[in-house]
């Protein structure tokens, strides 16, 4: 079975500084890659996804993620954070292939605090 | 992007009673809707896969019992809490995916369920 880790629990950073968010997950065979955003009292809402192609995947709000495959990673980056950013968020991977809803395997997530 | 409805977003109930929580996709049809249970601090944990006319599959450790599961038509599932006790007091949320969304998943806002 698959599994995810996210190895930053809390992240703490300052306005305008670059944040990078590691994910790894195990699994030798195809996978999709997701990262989902909650903010504060809200529902999760997807931010980027990898299924294949180009390996840098760009995002929502200024997110782009980066699969590496030698690496079993699927990093989160952000050049300049906002105090907006401030939320959980979780890395998830499903078995490819695609064109069916497959169940997701959540990392336990990073709770990044942005501070003004 | 899609959007998925559940409710109640928060129920405090007494200890021995059932609480049903719904799920409902507002406009799309999900063929398969998941459960999801979330710890304080922790990650999602699947519960189960519901897949539309047919009996949800269970993940390892999750009473079938305890957890009734029921998704009678593709824009509905329900997740019934049986004599609901203060350990089943959590934050459940449901989330589904259409047979046309290539795997990504739109997730409910949760359900705060607090046993008294």
């Known amino acids: 079975a698959q599994s995810v880790s996210q190895h930053n629990h809390h992240v703490i950073l300052s306005e305008a500084a670059s944040l990078e968010l590691g994910c790894n997950y195990s699994?030798?065979?195809?996978?999709?890659l997701f990262w989902y955003v909650q903010y504060p009292g809200q529902h999760l809402q997807l931010l980027l996804k990898?299924?294949?192609?180009?390996?840098l995947v760009k995002g929502i709000k200024g997110f782009e993620a980066e699969f590496i495959k030698s690496k079993f990673s699927f990093n989160l980056r952000k050049p300049s954070v906002q105090w907006s950013d401030t939320a959980e968020y979780f890395c998830?991977?499903?078995?490819?292939?695609?064109?069916?809803?497959?169940?997701?395997?959540f990392g336990s997530g990073t709770q990044l605090t942005v501070l003004p | 992007g899609a959007v998925v409805s559940q409710h109640p977003s928060r129920v405090i109930c007494k200890s021995g009673t059932s609480v049903k929580i719904e799920c409902r996709s507002l406009?799309?049809?999900?063929?398969?809707m998941f459960w999801y249970r979330q710890f304080p601090k922790q990650s999602l944990m699947l519960m189960a896969t519901?897949?539309?006319?047919?009996?949800?599959?269970?993940e390892q450790g999750v009473e079938k019992d305890k957890f009734l599961i029921n998704h009678a038509s593709l824009t509905l599932s329900t997740l019934t809490v049986t004599s609901a006790h203060p350990e089943d007091s959590s934050f459940y949320i449901c989330?589904?995916?259409?047979?046309?969304?290539?795997?990504?998943?739109?997730f409910g806002a949760g359900t705060r369920l607090s046993v008294l």
């Open positions: 998830a991977v499903n078995i490819a292939p695609s064109g069916s809803a497959r169940q997701l395997t």
């Open positions: 699994y030798g065979g195809t996978v999709n």
């Open positions: 989330s589904a995916g259409g047979s046309g969304a290539k795997n990504i998943q739109y």
């Open positions: 990898y299924f294949s192609g180009d390996p």
């Open positions: 406009d799309f049809q999900a063929t398969t």
């Open positions: 519901s897949n539309e006319g047919s009996k949800a599959t269970y």
